[in-house]
């Protein structure tokens, strides 16, 4: 009779031994299947939910609901708006919750749609698939989509029944019970299908007002079940895209809508959105990472000859980005045709950011996957860029690799004095070159050789900038009371970082004293001080 448990079987699967949580130990506690006991702990919790799911006692679910999965304020990084983040949440969270009360589902589904819904985060561009929500996570939970909630239902069903599927991906996929997984795939299979089923440039513009709740709303409409990830498929971002608030502007929204299967326009596939009526903030696709389609640059080329009133920066700003995507199909047909790049092609793929979504483009990123770095690093030409370049993509670097030029070597290091091992003995132990990166950054006395640690001019140099860096002195040059005296005559909190039998000391105890209340706060005095301590020091 086990297999009259293929849901319990699938979900003590899916949740890695559900049997063992002690709830469904308590339902089922008079039982001897343990798929049983998961099939009472599910009937206890639709009675639960039975009871709860209308009028003023949905509200207590609701609650419950919150409490549990809605991100906590003590949560969310002080520069975002806790407000807007929590409605969102909520107001997402809802629409499952009343998507899934008013379902004829069988109860497991439901269980296992929404335990997935809540396990699920932000979406990962490059994969494709959701990432894990956590007690942290900012992001809204997903749009419900009704296509592809029964696509999915669909094929469980046939699992659960040992049905033959006649797709090997979904049945791979339905295999790991990954809701976050499989709705994914359903999703992009469902874009896919509606630009495929849509006439590719035959479209219309729709224009929805600055200031106006009622575009707001249509906007949110028409963006529903589309699965765009733009944050103004979320009401209460729309509204304040739109209609702004006391912090930040309103402007107008123009979206960009192709035919589906039955004709209408209602495939989202651009959107440009505005501050006030004539500056882009962003302009969104519906590619990877909310870049736009290749065939929809042309569309976006036209609509901006048109758009006079826009202010003539952002019409260049947005002409040179589809200039760029134009040089990024060049570069990558001269890939294609295996014609070596030049010199400034090789720079532009890594250091250009290619396209108009929230990251770079993904055909720029599959063509560095294919890239030698070390071959193209010594192609270019100029130390700026190669320095650049290595400061990007260092982790791709052979962790040995030494950089023989001075000027790329001190561009690195003060970018990012981590690196400092990646600099070649005969540059890294040259005084000159530690003095021309210690004046450009004082922090980088915690990263350069021991040597250096006790020469007191480059030190000064390091300290004058900020007094801080005093920390990571040796203790030698803490105790030092020549060095600490000069020091405290630039700016008493030397004293804090002083050697603690040099505290002690009379001498340096009463200058320290005196400076408290000295004319050395005078900005001229203590410049006067610096190079005081520069050229003394500088031996």
């Not at 079987?9 to 002690?22: C, E, G």
């Amino acid at each position: 009779m086990e297999n009259q448990y293929e849901p319990e079987k699938f979900l003590d699967q899916v949740y890695q031994n559900l049997y063992n949580d002690k709830e469904v130990r308590r339902c089922g506690r008079h039982v001897k299947s343990k798929y049983e006991a998961i099939r009472k702990y599910l009937q206890h919790l639709e009675y639960l939910d039975n009871i709860y799911s209308t009028g003023h006692r949905k509200e207590i679910l609701r609650e419950l609901y919150y409490q549990k999965y809605i991100i906590k304020e003590k949560d969310i990084p002080k520069s975002l708006n806790k407000e807007v983040i929590i409605s969102d949440q909520k107001q997402t969270l809802d629409s499952w919750i009343d998507y899934l009360t008013d379902k004829k589902f069988p109860y497991w589904m439901k269980y296992w749609i929404f335990q997935g819904v809540v396990r699920i985060g932000s979406y990962d561009y490059d994969n494709c698939i959701y990432n894990k929500r956590s007690n942290k996570t900012t992001s809204p939970f997903m749009e419900v989509n009704n296509e592809i909630i029964e696509n999915i239902v669909y094929f469980l069903n046939k699992r659960i029944k040992k049905e033959k599927i006649n797709d090997e991906v979904i049945e791979t996929l339905l295999k790991t019970g990954s809701f976050q997984k499989i709705y994914a795939f359903f999703e992009i299979q469902l874009k896919n299908n509606l630009i495929i089923n849509s006439n590719c440039l035959d479209g219309i513009w729709v224009k929805y007002n600055q200031g106006s709740y009622e575009d707001a709303m249509k906007l949110v409409r028409s963006l529903k079940g589309k699965n765009t990830h733009w944050c103004s498929a979320h009401s209460l971002d729309a509204i304040q895209q739109i209609c702004g608030n006391q912090m930040i502007p309103g402007g107008d929204f123009y979206a960009y809508y192709t035919k589906d299967i039955k004709g209408n326009y209602t495939v989202p596939r651009l959107a440009i959105r505005l501050i006030g009526k004539d500056k882009i903030v962003e302009i969104r696709g519906i590619a990877n990472r909310q870049n736009i389609e290749r065939e929809m640059e042309i569309v976006l080329y036209h609509k901006l000859s048109k758009m006079d009133f826009l202010t003539k920066k952002d019409i260049e700003l947005t002409l040179d980005k589809l200039r760029d995507l134009q040089e990024l199909t060049s570069i990558q047909q001269k890939i294609n045709n295996k014609i070596p790049l030049n010199n400034e092609e090789v720079k532009d793929i890594y250091l250009k950011k290619f396209g108009f979504g929230i990251d770079n483009d993904f055909r720029a990123k599959k063509i560095l996957e294919k890239r030698d770095i070390l071959q193209d690093y010594e192609q270019v030409d100029d130390y700026l860029s190669k320095a650049e370049i290595f400061t990007k993509y260092f982790s791709q670097f052979p962790y040995d690799f030494k950089i023989l030029d001075k000027d790329v070597a001190l561009e690195v290091i003060v970018v990012n004095p981590s690196l400092v091992h990646n600099v070649d003995d005969s540059i890294l132990y040259d005084r000159n070159f530690i003095i021309d990166a210690v004046k450009i950054n004082g922090w980088l006395i915690k990263s350069i050789p021991e040597i250096f640690r006790n020469d007191k001019y480059i030190i000064a140099l390091a300290v004058t900038q900020n007094i801080h860096i005093l920390e990571f002195v040796s203790e030698d040059l803490k105790n030092d009371i020549d060095f600490m005296l000069e020091l405290l005559n630039f700016d008493e909190r030397a004293y804090d970082y002083a050697n603690e039998n040099l505290k002690e000391n009379i001498l340096f105890k009463e200058q320290y004293l005196i400076n408290l209340t000295g004319e050395y706060k005078k900005l001229n005095v203590k410049e006067l001080q610096k190079q005081k301590i520069l050229s003394r020091f500088n031996k």
